[in-house]
């Protein structure tokens, strides 16, 4: 979760049971129960995913309840803790990729999240595929006209108040809000109906890093409000089976067919190599808009340019991956190169409207990016008007994430957009800054050793292809 939502949500004395000790299933229990696990997947006709605060901590997120998470230390009167990398940079865990590989295989159906921290849609889930219990860090919502829009950056409220922004639709116009909940704040009744659906038509709910415990009035934490907690038994009753993934007993356990204790991140990689599906790469790609805009001086031998360098969610957003930008002119010796340390870059300069030259951007990448930069070249020839350019942006990012895969390192980068006026060239780039791979032994903690006994029979045949990544807007999809 993130430590600023954990840090605006409203004081609150009781926070329930906080602090249990962690269980650990034997090597050899842990390994039977990974190969049963791996049967019920391979059986599912439809697998719905439930997942908590556990799901996340292997990616520097603390959890809520746990030895070291965030309201046990709070009780224990040592604040709140912090995490390992900026929450906005935290990447999807290997059991959130996993998710992925299931879902594109035909396999999952549907996920139902508690967590804020936007990492299934950053993963790759569809967003028809998931319901946010508790909203979204990420995520403001358009209370008008009902448009999404997800967010490089935390928004700064929670609660569903206002944010500094305004929906971008022309004919709508009307305040932001944001997604998360605080204490008193009811379930969404969209996601909440989905989900429901989606429990009671399961014939497995995978129960993965949430301690469910029910109490006696709704409360946010990791299915702490009842309606929450209680959504995995519908598909008991529906004649579906829960398995549940945790490290702390939880109050569903003895309703549950399966029940393994240990390391989320261990378990699906121990069920993943046996089903014979690969866990895919997660590949970040962050945007930037570069927009130069200039005018003749007087009798226009010479032209005053500005340079600036912001967020697609606009001029005041911050740009969260990048920490400076160096502007270097590598065929002018006469241009001095200008260092920008502050947001929103920008940069002025006078030079000959008649001598083209090139300019190279180096962005500096921020902490917990996978690479220090990467560097864009632009011509620059002011007599020259250049073609307005919109490309198929899930085509331009697949492409990039493809070379980014081949190429094992980030840093490529690709043009989506660019609008052309008299005055002005406005260009949006789409930047790869991470990648992360799950194919490592020492990702799965040993559990990849597992064999399967001569009993078994393991095949799953990939049946769809998606992508990972972030949307800018998006009407909210109808539910499947």
């Avoid at 500005?306 to 991956?321: E, K, T, V, W």
């Avoid at 300069?349 to 690479?371: A, I, Y």
């Avoid at 020839?381 to 331009?396: G, S, Y």
Wanted: net charge positive; hydrophobic share 35%.
């Amino acid at each position: 979760m993130s430590l600023g939502y954990a840090e605006k949500l409203s004081y609150r004395e009781d926070v329930g049971t906080v602090g249990m000790s962690e269980i650990f299933d034997p090597p050899d229990v842990l390994q039977q129960k990974i190969e049963e696990l791996a049967i019920l997947i391979q059986k599912s006709k439809h697998l719905v995913a439930f997942t908590g605060a556990g799901i996340s901590t292997s990616c520097g997120i603390p959890d809520f309840r746990g030895p070291k998470g965030v309201w046990t230390l709070q009780r224990s009167g040592k604040g709140v803790p912090e995490a390992s990398l900026p929450f906005h940079r935290a990447l999807p865990s290997l059991s959130h990729m996993a998710l992925v590989e299931l879902e594109r295989a035909g396999i999952l159906k549907f996920v139902i999240s508690q967590n804020v921290d936007s990492l299934h849609l950053r993963s790759g889930i569809p967003r028809e595929k998931l319901a946010e219990l508790h909203g979204n860090s990420f995520r403001e919502i358009c209370p008008s006209c009902g448009t999404e829009y997800l967010r490089d950056f935390e928004v700064e409220t929670i609660g569903m108040k206002e944010t500094p922004r305004r929906c971008a639709d022309t004919k709508c116009g009307a305040k932001l809000k944001d997604t998360v909940l605080d204490w008193e704040d009811a379930l969404p009744p969209k996601e909440m109906n989905f989900a429901e659906k989606h429990c009671r038509t399961a014939d497995i709910v995978l129960c993965l890093g949430t301690r469910q415990q029910g109490l006696t009035k709704p409360t946010l934490c990791s299915l702490q409000i009842t309606p929450a907690c209680n959504l995995p038994l519908k598909t008991i009753r529906s004649g579906g089976k829960i398995v549940i993934v945790n490290l702390q007993p939880t109050p569903k356990d003895k309703k549950a067919s399966l029940v393994i204790h240990g390391l989320v991140d261990k378990v699906i990689a121990g069920a993943m190599h046996l089903l014979n599906l690969r866990i895919p790469p997660y590949i970040h790609i962050d945007f930037v808009q570069l927009s130069l805009s200039h005018s003749p001086k007087s009798k226009k031998t010479y032209v005053k340019w500005n340079l600036r360098i912001a967020s697609i969610h606009g001029q005041r957003a911050p740009l969260p991956f990048l920490k400076s930008v160096e502007v270097s002119f590598p065929e002018r010796p006469d241009l001095k190169t200008a260092f920008l340390h502050e947001q929103p870059f920008y940069l002025k300069r006078e030079t000959l409207r008649k001598r083209p030259f090139k300019m190279l951007l180096t962005f500096n990448f921020s902490d917990g990016c996978s690479c220090l930069c990467t560097t864009i070249e632009w011509p620059i020839n002011f007599q020259v008007t250049k073609d307005n350019l919109v490309r198929e942006k899930n085509e331009v990012l697949r492409e990039l994430r493809d070379a980014a895969d081949k190429e094992s390192h980030c840093g490529q980068h690709a043009v989506l957009e660019r609008k052309v006026n008299p005055r002005s060239e406005v260009t949006i780039y789409a930047i790869v800054t991470n990648i992360r791979r799950y194919n490592d032994p020492e990702e799965a903690n040993g559990v990849l050793e597992i064999t399967p006994n001569s009993n078994s029979n393991f095949m799953i045949k990939r049946c769809s292809e998606g992508v990972n990544g972030s949307q800018t807007s998006q009407k909210r999809p109808k539910w499947s």
